[in-house]
């Protein structure tokens, strides 16, 4: 079965850490890039990190950099997202997503897989 699974979420206060993680089966993560992306209530879903397949790349939104790290274990076929002084503004449902060959790392249409999303709650 085809299918990527996103976990890692919780409850932490501003200025706390969390790392997700999104897990492949069923297909060789390897030969893919992937994104995290997140959605609020009310807004679209934004892409905040991205990982290349090939080279290992990586980009960030302007709204994480320099909070969050985006890294992959293509022998665990796995990816993570570490995520350190988070904000309130941080909250949301995360997802990972996968694309084989993605021309535009922020649109979700470029996408082939998706995880169930974890959500990310940041409150005191």
């Known amino acids: 079965q085809v299918q990527l699974v996103d976990s890692g979420g919780g409850l932490v206060q501003p200025g706390g850490s969390l790392r997700l993680s999104c897990v492949a089966s069923?297909?060789?993560?390897?030969?893919?890039?992937v994104a995290w992306f997140r959605q609020s209530p009310g807004k679209e879903r934004e892409a905040i990190s991205f990982?290349?397949?090939?080279?290992?790349?990586?980009i960030y939104a302007e709204s994480v950099k320099g909070r969050f790290t985006i890294s992959r274990d293509n022998a665990k076929k796995t990816v993570f997202l570490q995520m350190n002084s988070l904000k309130p503004e941080d909250t949301a449902v995360y997802y990972c997503?996968?694309?084989?060959?993605?021309?535009?790392?922020?649109?979700?249409?470029?996408?082939?897989?998706w995880g169930q999303g974890t959500q990310v709650l940041v409150s005191s």
């Open positions: 997503a996968a694309s084989l060959v993605p021309r535009d790392w922020v649109s979700p249409l470029e996408y082939d897989y």
């Open positions: 069923g297909f060789p993560l390897g030969h893919y890039s």
């Open positions: 990982i290349a397949n090939t080279d290992g790349k990586t």
